[in-house]
């Protein structure tokens, strides 16, 4: 099974590139569609694991590495969004403790 | 030849090793139960079986089983008990040519490699770990 997480932001940012500032004339960055659009990914790579997983306890699949597989893949792109997300979380407790 | 970039590539690598090994597993575990089969279908006595093992695709890449092949060498001649109605005119009864030993060495390959490449799964999940760590 070939899944392609790619954590490469790149092509939903297409004004940036690596080392120079986005223009500003240019469409507006969201940073939030790219969580978002993340999020779909791993939410993806979770459900072929729970899909793989209920497949081989009904006796569908016995191909055990393949779960192992999908639920390596889903682990790990969740440590990646969790980890994104707890830096994303300390950013802004950080920004809201400035003072004005 | 090209590396994929993809975070999973190692992963998808390590479990076509996982893969190929354990038919690897099935394969000497077939020769090893017809050992002394001497009808496999056909009236011939059972040819062990090889597992052919080919990479996916050029460069970097996972590892399959492109084919079975049959072992063409000479079956083994044993002495028939008198009377065995599978002896031929001379006494003697064609055993598979599957050789125990052969059969348990190549048992052992294939379970050092299954563990080797459960090895390499692990290790890089630790290391993807390591990089997420990074990141706190």
């Known amino acids: 099974m070939a899944v392609n997480f790619n954590p490469d932001v790149s092509s939903i940012f297409p004004n940036i590139e690596a080392g120079k500032a986005a223009d500003s004339t240019e469409a507006k960055v969201n940073f939030g569609k790219a969580i978002a659009k993340s999020l779909n990914k791993v939410n993806e790579l979770h459900d072929k694991a729970d899909a793989s997983i209920v497949e081989l306890l009904s006796g569908k699949s016995q191909d055990i590495n393949s779960v192992v597989a999908s639920v390596a893949k889903a682990d790990m792109s969740f440590k990646l969004l969790v980890g994104v997300r707890d830096k994303l979380v300390a950013a802004y407790k950080e920004t809201m403790k400035m003072q004005i | ?136």
């Open chain 2, 1 to 136: 030849m090209e590396i994929d970039g993809n975070m999973f590539g190692a992963i998808d690598i390590a479990v076509s090793g996982l893969k190929a090994y354990g038919k690897q597993m099935e394969v000497v575990s077939s020769n090893i139960a017809n050992a002394r089969t001497t009808d496999a279908g056909d009236g011939q006595p059972y040819r062990r079986l090889e597992a052919i093992f080919k990479a996916k695709e050029d460069g970097a890449s996972g590892v399959e089983i492109s084919e079975l092949v049959r072992d063409m060498g000479d079956f083994q001649k044993i002495l028939a008990n008198p009377g065995d109605p599978r002896a031929d005119a001379d006494g003697y009864i064609s055993m598979p040519n599957v050789q125990l030993p052969v059969e348990l060495i190549n048992l052992n390959i294939a379970s050092r490699a299954y563990q080797a490449n459960a090895a390499i799964l692990k290790r890089y999940q630790k290391m993807v770990e390591s990089s997420l760590e990074l990141l706190k």
